[in-house]
């Protein structure tokens, strides 16, 4: 242990003395002697990515290995730096300058002794120093200081055993200064490279802008990948096959209400006529889905790579405003269902009802103007079709005005529930009333809480878009140290379970008003007489009821309005046409909750008036009976 101590005190003396003897103090470090390097050509810049071939003073001498598997090393350095460097724009100043300064200490320029040693220039410590000046940033690579790495004035290589001896055997190389280079290469300009999956646009190019769909992240020219890699493949995976499957379904069940409320029927009620605008609303934000899995969702929404569709692609244009029309109509006519309702129960007159057909298309094609003249529409960074992208356009034409409908509609709904819950309250204990509510409240919960649900994500999406922002160094930091190209990296966003639920509530309208409106008695009903009366099944129908001894009146006019009476005496089945002029079926929860309400009021009002008069042989006329029982919806 003395020994080695000793040595090292006698080994630092002498250093000493002969960085004295060769004037050290002046500038100098040391390097070593690698005897496998020589001085050859620079091997180019690799994958058509431009790198240093530019940058380097004299990339004819390049201080290389034999094989130059050293500059294939170096190369993947630089591509690495180059990447951080692109994000540190607007941080620093002078980065191209910092690129050259790279290349030099990647790449070395070279000098050739006599003794047939090459010996490499290392970069000057002044160039080190300009760098982290500009860009303090790059103070956690690079150490200045280490005179052996950046000399104030060049480098000492110890040739003694090679028969140099001058200085004391040490040969002095001078440091690599870029800097005139760098102002006599004005054209070459600094080198952005995206890490994987981000893409390199020119944003300055109008081919290029973000109005054509492309979403850069500032200050750089890297565009995000389309869709935006808010989940993992697997995940967009499943949202696709829930948006393809529930669309198909819902377009379905929506034509099926159309051809059973909107054609079929031969009483075109307001009830009727409600469902059948409304599912034809639904069947136009399906069609949405249906062109766009049709298409493909990779080449509808992303129609080239790191590009989202936009309003000018023609199918992007089309499904969009199929959407949008089909998505406020919808909340129109669900508003006007609910006004109906309780205008049935309060018993009051409303407009003729072409009025208000004309009025919520009118509003819906006014709604639709508005984004289609804005040039709105486009699939968005995360999305499953085409729709309004603009904040301004989508809260003014579709937030704003629809939440006032739906406002409007839910009082409507809760009017009407309290209505008949206070009478059949006050009529008696039985709970057989309060079942027929189960048909218009699953309408509201599902329906209408489906749109409210849409609200709520919507702005508490917006509101946390600054925390989304704020969360985009940290994936590009992920992008960088990333060994597999970025496909462990995922921007913040929304939780896949609210997103998921977002795009599959929008997708269940058309489900929901089948299961509400199109599995009723009177659907049931319109399509039993429509194929009975028709010409092509009417004998086959016949014959299978005769063969079960079954036979089965319908009168003209019955289609989907007045309910019949169902008599089985032995062998026969007789249905007859009520003669009451009712258009209420009994099976209809809509139409009960009128007509129970109506009936449970009178029942009240006779009471009252027995009571007072205490006559039990006086009898109360019901004068509204015949009126109401004429109510439909």
Same mark, same amino acid.
């Given at each position: 242990?003395?020994?080695?101590?000793?040595?090292?005190?006698?080994?630092?003396?002498?250093?000493?003395?002969?960085?004295?003897?060769?004037?050290?103090?002046?500038?100098?470090?040391?390097?070593?002697?690698?005897?496998?390097?020589?001085?050859?050509?620079?091997?180019?810049?690799?994958?058509?990515?431009?790198?240093?071939?530019?940058?380097?003073?004299?990339?004819?001498?390049?201080?290389?290995?034999?094989?130059?598997?050293?500059?294939?090393?170096?190369?993947?350095?630089?591509?690495?730096?180059?990447?951080?460097?692109?994000?540190?724009?607007?941080?620093?100043?002078?980065?191209?300058?910092?690129?050259?300064?790279?290349?030099?200490?990647?790449?070395?320029?070279?000098?050739?002794?006599?003794?047939?040693?090459?010996?490499?220039?290392?970069?000057?410590?002044?160039?080190?120093?300009?760098?982290?000046?500009?860009?303090?940033?790059?103070?956690?690579?690079?150490?200045?200081?280490?005179?052996?790495?950046?000399?104030?004035?060049?480098?000492?290589?110890?040739?003694?055993?090679?028969?140099?001896?001058?200085?004391?055997?040490?040969?002095?190389?001078?440091?690599?200064?870029?800097?005139?280079?760098?102002?006599?290469?004005?054209?070459?300009?600094? %080198?952005? &490279?995206?890490?994987?999956? +981000?893409?390199?646009?020119?944003? /300055?190019?109008?081919? !290029?802008? =973000?109005? $054509?769909?492309?979403?850069?992240?500032?200050?750089?020219?890297?565009?995000?990948?389309?869709?935006?890699?808010?989940?993992?493949?697997?995940?967009?995976?499943?949202?696709?096959?829930?948006?393809?499957?529930?669309?198909?379904?819902?377009?379905?069940?929506?034509?099926?209400?159309?051809?059973?409320?909107?054609?079929?029927?031969?009483?075109?009620?307001?009830?009727?006529?409600?469902?059948?605008?409304?599912?034809?609303?639904?069947?136009?934000?399906?069609?949405?889905?249906?062109?766009?899995?049709?298409?493909?969702?990779?080449?509808?929404?992303?129609?080239?790579?790191?590009?989202?569709?936009?309003?000018?692609?023609?199918?992007?244009?089309?499904?969009?405003?199929?959407?949008? %029309?089909? &998505?406020?109509?919808?909340? +129109?006519?669900?508003?006007?269902? /609910?006004?109906?309702? !309780?205008? =049935?129960? $309060?018993?009051?007159?409303?407009?003729?009802?072409?009025?208000?057909?004309?009025?919520?298309?009118?509003?819906?094609?006014?709604?639709?103007?508005?984004?289609?003249?804005?040039?709105?529409?486009?699939?968005?960074?995360?999305?499953?079709?085409?729709?309004?992208?603009?904040?301004?356009?989508?809260?003014?034409?579709?937030?704003?005005?629809?939440?006032?409908?739906?406002?409007?509609?839910?009082?409507?709904?809760?009017?009407?529930?309290?209505?008949?819950?206070?009478?059949?309250?006050?009529?008696?204990?039985?709970?057989?009333?309060?079942?027929?509510?189960?048909?218009?409240?699953?309408?509201?919960?599902?329906?209408?809480?489906?749109?409210?649900?849409?609200?709520?994500?919507?702005?508490?999406?917006?509101?946390?878009?600054?925390?989304?922002?704020?969360?985009?160094?940290?994936?590009?930091?992920?992008?960088?140290?990333?060994?597999?190209?970025?496909?462990?990296?995922?921007?913040?966003?929304?939780?896949?379970?609210?997103?998921?639920?977002?795009?599959?509530?929008?997708?269940?309208?058309?489900?929901?008003?089948?299961?509400?409106?199109?599995?009723?008695?009177?659907?049931?009903?319109?399509?039993?007489?429509?194929?009975?009366?028709?010409?092509?099944?009417?004998?086959?129908?016949?014959?299978?009821?005769?063969?079960?001894?079954?036979?089965?009146?319908?009168?003209?006019?019955?289609?989907?309005?007045?309910?019949?009476?169902?008599?089985?005496?032995?062998?026969?089945?007789?249905?007859?046409?009520?003669?009451?002029?009712?258009?209420?079926?009994?099976?209809?929860?809509?139409?009960?909750?009128?007509?129970?309400?109506?009936?449970?009021?009178?029942?009240?009002?006779?009471?009252?008036?027995?009571?007072?008069?205490?006559?039990?042989?006086?009898?109360?006329?019901?004068?509204?009976?015949?009126?109401?029982?004429?109510?439909?919806?």
């Amino acid at each position: 242990m003395k020994f080695k101590l000793l040595f090292y005190i006698i080994l630092n003396f002498l250093i000493k003395n002969i960085k004295s003897d060769i004037n050290l103090n002046n500038g100098y470090g040391f390097g070593l002697v690698e005897e496998n390097s020589k001085c050859l050509s620079f091997i180019g810049d690799i994958n058509n990515q431009p790198l240093c071939f530019n940058k380097l003073i004299d990339n004819k001498l390049i201080y290389s290995t034999y094989n130059k598997t050293n500059q294939i090393q170096a190369l993947k350095i630089v591509e690495q730096s180059f990447k951080q460097l692109t994000f540190l724009q607007g941080k620093c100043l002078n980065l191209n300058y910092a690129q050259f300064g790279i290349c030099e200490i990647y790449f070395p320029s070279c000098v050739e002794t006599t003794y047939e040693i090459s010996l490499p220039k290392r970069l000057c410590k002044s160039v080190c120093d300009k760098m982290v000046n500009d860009c303090p940033f790059l103070s956690s690579s690079l150490n200045c200081s280490d005179s052996n790495k950046f000399p104030p004035i060049g480098t000492l290589y110890n040739l003694t055993k090679y028969g140099y001896t001058d200085n004391n055997g040490f040969y002095k190389v001078e440091c690599s200064d870029p800097t005139n280079f760098y102002l006599n290469s004005p054209n070459d300009q600094f %080198i952005e &490279i995206c890490p994987s999956p +981000l893409l390199l646009r020119n944003h /300055s190019n109008s081919e !290029y802008k =973000e109005d $054509k769909g492309y979403t850069y992240l500032s200050p750089t020219n890297c565009v995000f990948s389309c869709p935006q890699p808010f989940y993992k493949k697997n995940k967009w995976d499943q949202m696709f096959k829930m948006s393809k499957v529930l669309s198909t379904i819902s377009f379905v069940c929506s034509i099926y209400n159309i051809l059973t409320f909107g054609i079929l029927s031969k009483i075109k009620s307001k009830y009727n006529l409600c469902i059948t605008f409304f599912s034809i609303s639904t069947v136009l934000m399906s069609l949405m889905d249906i062109v766009t899995y049709g298409i493909g969702y990779q080449e509808m929404l992303c129609p080239e790579p790191g590009r989202n569709a936009i309003q000018s692609d023609a199918a992007c244009g089309v499904t969009g405003a199929f959407f949008h %029309i089909g &998505i406020t109509t919808g909340v +129109l006519w669900w508003t006007t269902m /609910s006004i109906c309702l !309780y205008s =049935e129960v $309060k018993r009051f007159q409303m407009i003729s009802f072409r009025y208000i057909i004309l009025f919520n298309s009118i509003v819906s094609l006014i709604i639709l103007i508005i984004p289609l003249s804005g040039q709105a529409f486009m699939s968005g960074t995360g999305s499953l079709g085409c729709w309004i992208r603009k904040t301004w356009y989508v809260n003014g034409s579709f937030w704003i005005p629809c939440g006032i409908a739906l406002f409007i509609g839910a009082i409507c709904i809760v009017l009407v529930i309290y209505e008949i819950f206070k009478i059949s309250k006050n009529l008696s204990k039985d709970n057989k009333t309060l079942m027929f509510q189960i048909r218009p409240f699953l309408c509201v919960l599902l329906v209408g809480g489906s749109f409210l649900y849409l609200f709520i994500f919507n702005f508490n999406n917006e509101r946390n878009l600054d925390k989304y922002k704020a969360s985009i160094p940290n994936y590009i930091q992920c992008l960088l140290s990333s060994s597999v190209n970025g496909q462990d990296c995922l921007t913040d966003g929304p939780g896949f379970g609210a997103y998921f639920s977002f795009y599959f509530f929008t997708r269940l309208f058309g489900i929901t008003s089948f299961c509400i409106y199109g599995t009723s008695k009177i659907a049931r009903d319109i399509w039993f007489e429509s194929a009975y009366n028709h010409p092509f099944f009417h004998s086959y129908i016949v014959k299978c009821l005769s063969l079960l001894g079954i036979s089965k009146h319908f009168s003209s006019n019955s289609s989907g309005s007045n309910p019949k009476n169902f008599n089985r005496n032995g062998s026969n089945f007789n249905m007859k046409q009520n003669k009451q002029k009712s258009t209420i079926d009994q099976n209809d929860s809509i139409s009960v909750f009128v007509s129970t309400k109506q009936d449970i009021e009178q029942e009240i009002e006779n009471n009252v008036v027995t009571k007072e008069n205490d006559s039990p042989n006086e009898s109360i006329e019901n004068t509204t009976s015949s009126k109401d029982s004429n109510a439909s919806f």
